[in-house]
């Protein structure tokens, strides 16, 4: 058989195409920002993960550019080798300080620090398990890993006891979840893995991408919600977000620290992260250090749209983050929607199986500390309009 068949085979992208609703890849002629150009017209954002607006901050965007005037573009070797710039060791320092945790090591990417993270704290005899809604990079992770790989259903503690309750007594154990679920907003019941993992001798790691700048005191995250900095072993986080770049971390104790440095194939034969990269993480997380009011507007903006959503009758997924889910149930209307509502000026993403059970497709809307509400009352208005007509009937 040609390895090449299965990209012969009609696929929903395909049929997506056909019918005028294809989702993805739309360009933009504009910073991210609460409003862009996509396309050669405004629409307002509303599927962003940049929360703290901080990818158009002026010191910023002045950090990149000053690291590209003194270290050029890019680094051409992994950290191991030629690739440790002074600026890399600045930023490790002042985020494990800001996390409370004793080290930090960087990642070129967030995706590749949960592959780097996994991968060499999970061995032989080790378990990983994992939340069924994690992030796609912790799952791949654990297929790198040599350890065997289980997971419970979403949130459910009753079912991550009993799998803890199964693993053999000699084996070393990591409890994966993410802090904030991305596609439902969600937070994790920390408090209740914690105390799970403290009686069956678990270690427990948290994928904080969509935590770090969101909640917790002064944006530390999910362990800082809980106030449980002490008991979370691992913090996983990425730049991507909050903090306006490009790039991802661990946050752990310095032994952990110093033998993933030393084991993670990840990490060890990847280019490091690029002067500009470094920079402007740098610089984001100096700005969230100095004005932790922005946690607070964005948690105001975000509960201001929950009451939006509710008092103009629109469906959706409750949660105490601005990762803020629209039912819209069937893949086709979800697409059919996700296009009208494009068209309209708003940009949301659609979330469609395998992210999501068939049935259970719906509409991903994040927002920013910088959305004004006069931008979101409009946004919400087109929402409301756009699931009101008759053809996408919910």
Known sequence: MDIFEKCERKSLADEARE?????????????????????????????????????INPNVIEAGIKAIEKYGTGCSGSRFLNGTL????????????????????TFSTGFQSNLGIISAIVGRTD?????????????DGCKLSYGKMLRYKHSDMEDLERILNGVPETAGILIVTDGVFSMGGDIAKLPEIVSLAKKY????????????GVIGEGGRGTASYFGLEDDVDIYMGTFSK??????????SSSKVADYVRHNSRPFIFSASMTPANCACAL?????????????????????????????????????KTPIIPIYTYETYRTLGISKELFDEGVYVNPVLPPATPPSECLLRTSYMASHTEAILDEAMDIIKEVLSRSKWEM
Do not use: W
């Open 86 to 105: 002074n600026m890399h060791l600045e930023l490790e320092s002042e985020l494990a300080e800001f996390l409370r945790k004793e080290e930090v090591v």
């Open 283 to 319: 610089a984001s997380l100096r700005e969230l250090k100095a004005h932790p009011e922005l946690v607070t507007n964005l948690a105001h903006i975000s509960q201001y749209v929950r009451d939006g959503l509710t008092a103009r009758g629109i469906k959706h997924r409750q949660s």
């Open 201 to 212: 001798g678990a270690r427990v790691m948290v994928d904080d991408a969509h935590g770090l």
């Open 19 to 55: 019918k005028g609703v294809y989702p993805y890849f739309h360009s933009l002629q504009s910073r991210q920002d609460i409003e862009v150009i996509m396309e050669g017209k405004r629409r307002i954002m509303l599927g962003s993960n940049n929360y703290l607006g901080l990818t």
């Open 242 to 251: 909050s903090l306006a770049s490009l790039g991802g971390y661990m946050a």
């Open 127 to 139: 378990y990983v398990i994992c939340d069924k809604e994690n992030h796609a990079s912790i799952y």
